[in-house]
């Protein structure tokens, strides 16, 4: 048995790995983000007319969104995933169409003014309707045999429906982790406990560090509404629609109990998937923690309060950009898309608007380029100067951090080795030193490295690892922005760096040219 790792290697997105045994299957095959966008255009390095089945850890777009183009390229085998994951991606991918369609209209328009060629989405509504067909229910904890390799999903506390998937082929048992929830998750509550394997492959988004107790992040939230409200402004919360949007629905009815007078403030969720997403969860509530079946059992959803309006046109989301107060929800969770860039643009220069992150934000995003202090930042093809307070709170996280990563790690009471996946360098390199302390061997795949695991050695890729110049061009855009929104030395070394820099541009537009 092999295993080839085609994403989320030495980054967060793009989860895909390639498992060769008679048959060849995928575990999950996600959309790339950030700094690594671009790639979800090029074409799968394998025949997906090859591949017999995908095993589909959760629904996050960074673990399926990339399955309809998998469809569009000839796959026509069955996609195994939990229950309430299939009814998620069937909500996420249209959205995403929806999304994908309107960003091409937009470039197509400037592509037709400057007389460069068209360009098409990923995939359509066909692809999606397509591949919601192949799709086949698993429930947690039952063996799936598919002949030559078994297959047993169990929960990982993550999100609504996700796994961790123990797999047995030949002689060896491999377990993939998914996306693994922290100990005490408050909408899932704790990830399954999983003792034996060979190898595990494990992520590491939060390998080197820690997030807030539960109690402290309670408090930040708590202090960061106060203060924003008393501020008269808009609270803008960028949030995934899935799972961490009605965290964040049930941390303010848990406010609002405390401080009633925040009953009286609206709340949108503005998302046009925000109402299915909740009823989603709403209907698979028996899968949720203790702590929120307990307001089902008294006939109270967590996740429905009076002053909360669900948006879902754009007209209904535009209609509230006059508005002087309010709490918003809004997807993409990184500001990478979504109405939630509408917002930014008219809120984001101002004094009084809050700005609350409560998810992870991967490189090269909108979001990470807030957070990391940047001045100005281009939202919509427009400057924005970034006046308004940012806050950040981690500890709302679906991801575990590295205590929970080793507490998971620490129920093996085999010798696996871990195979460290879906975390920024730093995170997996990190999260590898402290396993190592523990006895434990570790490996680090890079992009298109296959592992033998018959054999417990690493091959040499067979496919060109990726070159992200896109992801470069970016990082001189925004240099270009910083230097002209601040003081820099006018002086001949700096004459001298900058016009060896225009020569190389220079000369990279006369190869462009020729393409």
């Known amino acids: ?62 673990h399926s969104g990339r399955i309809p183009k998998l469809v569009k390229e000839g796959f026509k085998g069955k996609i195994y995933a939990t229950y309430p994951t299939i009814e998620l991606c069937e909500i996420l991918w249209l959205d995403t169409v929806k999304l994908m369609k309107e960003e091409v ?27 919601m067909k192949l799709f086949e229910p698993v429930p947690y904890d039952e063996m799936l045999d598919l002949n030559d390799i078994k297959v047993r999903f169990r929960d990982s506390a993550h999100i609504l429906g996700a796994s961790s998937l123990e797999l047995w082929g030949d002689n060896t048992k491999i377990v993939f982790s998914g996306d693994v929830g922290p100990q005490n998750n408050v909408m899932e509550g704790t990830p399954s406990i999983i003792e034996g394997a060979d190898y595990v492959v494990i992520e590491s988004t939060y390998g080197d560090r820690l997030h807030k107790s539960l109690e402290d992040t309670r408090k930040e939230f708590e202090s960061v509404i106060l203060e924003a409200v008393n501020s008269g402004g808009k609270i803008l919360i960028p949030s995934f629609v899935v799972d961490r949007a009605q965290r964040v629905i049930y941390e303010i009815m848990l406010l609002s109990y405390k401080y009633p007078f925040l009953t009286k403030i609206p709340i949108f969720f503005d998302s046009p998937m925000g109402k299915k997403v909740t009823e989603v969860y709403e209907r698979h509530s028996n899968l949720l923690s203790g702590e929120i079946q307990k307001y089902f059992l ?27 107060m309010g709490i918003i929800i809004a997807g993409s969770g990184m500001c990478t898309g ?35 202090g940047e001045k100005k930042v281009h939202v919509m093809g427009e400057e924005i100067t ?8 981690n500890g709302f996280s679906a991801h575990a951090d590295q205590k929970d990563l080793l507490t998971w790690t620490d129920n ?58 896109y992801s470069l061009i970016s990082d001189l855009e925004n240099y270009i922005a910083k230097f002209k929104s601040q003081p820099i030395p006018q002086d001949m070394d700096t004459y001298s760096l900058l016009n060896s820099a225009l020569i190389l541009l220079k000369e990279i537009d006369k190869r462009s040219t020729n393409i």
């Not at 980054?11 to 671009?38: A, H, M, P, R, W």
């Not at 917002?343 to 990470?368: C, D, M, P, S």
């Not at 696996?416 to 190592?436: D, N, R, W």
Request: net charge neutral; with cysteine; charged share 25%.
């Open 1 to 62: 048995m092999r295993i080839t790792f085609l994403g989320a290697a030495g980054e967060v997105t793009g989860s895909c790995f390639l498992l060769e045994n008679n048959k060849k299957y995928l575990v999950d095959c996600g959309i790339f983000q950030g700094k690594s966008e671009n790639e979800n255009e090029a074409p799968f390095p394998f025949d997906p007319k090859d591949i017999s089945g995908v095993i589909l850890t959760h629904a996050h777009l960074d």
């Open 412 to 469: 093996f009471q085999s010798d696996p080795t871990f195979i460290i996946v879906h975390g920024e360098p730093k995170a997996s390199q990190t999260l590898g030193q402290l396993l190592q302390l523990k006895g434990r061997k570790t490996i680090i795949p890079t992009y298109a490295q296959t592992l033998d695991l018959e054999k417990k050695e690493i091959i040499t890729p067979k496919v060109t690892p990726k070159i992200d110049v």
């Open 298 to 324: 008294e006939g109270i959803s967590p996740f429905q309060l009076k002053n909360l309006r669900f948006l879902s046109t754009p007209d209904e989301s535009k209609s509230i950009n006059d508005l002087d």
């Open 338 to 372: 979504g109405r939630i860039l509408h917002h930014l643009k008219h809120n984001l220069w101002k004094e009084n608007t809050h700005l609350i992150f409560v998810g992870y934000q991967a490189e090269g995003t909108l979001g990470r380029r807030i957070v990391d």
């Open 105 to 131: 209209e937009r470039i197509n328009r400037k592509n037709l003014r400057s007389g460069k060629p068209l360009i098409e989405p990923l995939y359509t509504e066909k692809e999606v309707e397509m591949a």
């Open 386 to 393: 970034v006046r308004a307070k940012i806050h950040t709170i």
